[in-house]
T-cell receptor, first 115, second 115 residues
Framework: NAGVTQTPKFQVLKTGQSMTLQCAQDMNHEYMSWYRQDPGMGLRLIHYSVGAGITDQGEVPNGYNVSRSTTEDFPLRLLSAAPSQTSVYFCASSYSISRFSDTQYFGPGTRLTVL | AQSVTQLDSHVSVSEGTPVLLRCNYS??????LFWYVQHPNKGLQLLLK??????LVKGINGFEAEFKKSETSFHLTKPSAHMSDAAEYFCVVSDGNSGYSTLTFGKGTMLLVSP
């Protein structure tokens, strides 16, 4: 079991560029989500998915796009990168979205810098 | 709406002395509560969770937390700090109010351990 994997680990973009952060899990988890972590802010939810084909917005969705075509993968797309999107991005998954006591498993993170 | 307040942004202790990291929460429903730890440049790891069973919850590495509904608190403690405990700690609440579980993170407490 690889758990939750994220690629790349580091990325530098120029303003206006687009890119996709990859997230995959091999635990057959229903629920996947993306967070961003900024100093002194904790983690904030960007988007989440409760299953293949179903996504919804979190607290800070602007500038980001997601899709979920398979149970395993949940990519996060930055359409036109801005310096305000400089952050560390974490993907997480859990067995069931409706069981709110479920443990979330986090990937190792992607550190993104937008110049 | 749910929210979490971690009362200290930084806590400094000496090795071998007790650790207390404070967390207060707000939730309209019976919540699940979690503590996660993040070591430098790493992902988040679950320390422990409360899910409406025993109010005193034991976690990994000697940490424990007590759920006090009357005080809306979920403070994290450890009897004796170790150098390897130096990390950032996040208190997290989830109440499934919307029908789906969403996590709300505190802003984090950095634990510094001196020899």
């Amino acid at each position: 079991n690889a758990g939750v994997t994220q690629t790349p680990k580091f990325q530098v973009l120029k303003t206006g560029q687009s890119m996709t952060l990859q997230c995959a899990q091999d635990m057959n988890h229903e629920y996947m989500s993306w967070y961003r972590q900024d100093p002194g802010m904790g983690l904030r939810l960007i988007h989440y998915s409760v299953g293949a084909g179903i996504t919804d917005q979190g607290e800070v969705p602007n500038g980001y796009n997601v899709s979920r075509s398979t149970t395993e993968d949940f990519p996060l797309r930055l359409l036109s990168a801005a310096p305000s999107q400089t952050s560390v991005y974490f993907c997480a998954s859990s067995y069931s979205i409706s069981r709110f006591s479920d443990t979330q498993y986090f990937g190792p993170g992607t550190r993104l810098t937008v110049l | 709406a749910q929210s979490v307040t971690q009362l200290d942004s930084h806590v400094s202790v000496s090795e071998g002395t007790p650790v207390l990291l404070r967390c207060n929460y707000s939730s309209s429903y019976s919540p699940s509560l979690f503590w996660y730890v993040q070591h430098p440049n790493k992902g988040l790891q679950l320390l422990l969770k409360y899910t409406s069973a025993a109010t005193l919850v034991k976690g990994i590495n000697g940490f424990e937390a007590e759920f006090k509904k009357s005080e809306t608190s979920f403070h994290l403690t450890k009897p004796s700090a170790h150098m390897s405990d130096a990390a950032e700690y996040f208190c997290v609440v989830s109440d499934g109010n919307s029908g789906y579980s969403t996590l709300t993170f505190g802003k984090g407490t950095m634990l510094l351990v001196s020899p």
